[in-house]
């Protein structure tokens, strides 16, 4: 059966919920303060570019609901391209979907993700719901490892599969709180961990964006041979500024993405 557009974002929040132990009670605390509505700015999705899960595979049932393909950009260091669509209804998140440029990495870790994707049935990734359907290949912890030590958003992909990576409190919609400062405060007092790298807030009115994130907590992932704690997901929070014709800006800025991109590194001493 074919789930509606708000059906899909529904189950992409349910499944992102388990991975992600803060995102909840954040949400409850915002909601608590704005009458139970929580917008959000937009869903970010993560995959490698090889042809059968690339960036256009994982967009179909996004562009199918009637999103349509905004802008892209490139983020040469972490070797990503992205690209986010957008739906005509406005209170419909934005779709950030990134993927990894697979060639560039060193030929070992290349083995490694081709030998997962070609694990993946052709006839899963037409699914609907393959956007959230999790990892759908075997991986050791040696590979893990071999992966994260050349790219963190590689590791990620292996370990968790295809699920959104992060969601995205829209600033622009609270009422409690409209300014990006005092609502990391409000995280900081209450005992959340955020993504520091390049300052709490990446981006300035000046760009038309501010955006902050938690930093993902530790989760028990299992492997094939055993079991690691390592980073989940995390929660965004995106405030936009009105261009020289009065509309909000919808785009993304590459250099405040690319210190988002962090927040599921394993490396980073936890406080
Ligand atoms: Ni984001």
Redesign the pocket.
């Known amino acids: 059966m074919k789930l509606t557009i708000q059906q899909l974002l529904a189950a992409m929040w349910q499944d992102y919920l388990a991975l992600t132990p803060d995102a909840k009670p954040i949400h409850q605390l915002f909601a608590r303060q704005n009458q139970g509505v929580v917008v959000n700015?937009?869903?970010?999705l993560r995959t490698f570019n090889l042809d059968k899960v690339a960036l256009d595979k994982i967009a179909r049932p996004f562009l199918a609901a009637g999103y349509q393909s905004a802008d892209d950009y490139q983020f040469p260091a972490k070797k990503l391209y992205a690209r986010y669509f957008q739906h005509p209804d406005e209170t419909l998140p934005k779709v950030?979907i990134s993927e990894l440029k697979v060639a560039e990495l060193p030929d070992n870790c290349q083995k490694i993700i081709h030998d997962l994707v070609a694990q993946v049935p052709e006839s899963t990734v037409d699914e609907q719901t393959f956007c959230y359907s999790g990892r759908p290949w075997r991986l050791s912890i040696d590979q893990y490892q071999t992966l994260a030590a050349q790219s963190e958003y590689a590791a990620w992909v292996a370990a968790h599969g295809f699920r959104p990576?992060?969601f995205?409190v829209s600033i622009n919609h609270l009422r409690s709180h409209q300014d990006i400062h005092s609502l990391n405060q409000l995280l900081l007092d209450n005992g959340y961990t955020l993504n520091s790298s390049g300052g709490l807030v990446k981006g300035s009115p000046a760009v038309l964006l501010e955006?902050s994130?938690t930093l993902a907590r530790k989760i028990d992932v299992s492997f094939d041979d055993g079991v690691l704690t390592i980073p989940g997901c995390y929660y965004?929070f995106?405030r936009r500024y009105p261009m020289a014709d009065g509309r909000l800006y919808q785009g993304?800025v590459a250099s405040s993405?690319d210190k988002?991109f962090e927040s599921t590194d394993t490396g980073r001493p936890v406080p």
């Not at 700015?41 to 970010?44: G, M, P």
């Open positions: 700015d937009h869903i970010a950030f990576n992060h995205t955006q994130s965004e995106a993304f993405a988002i």
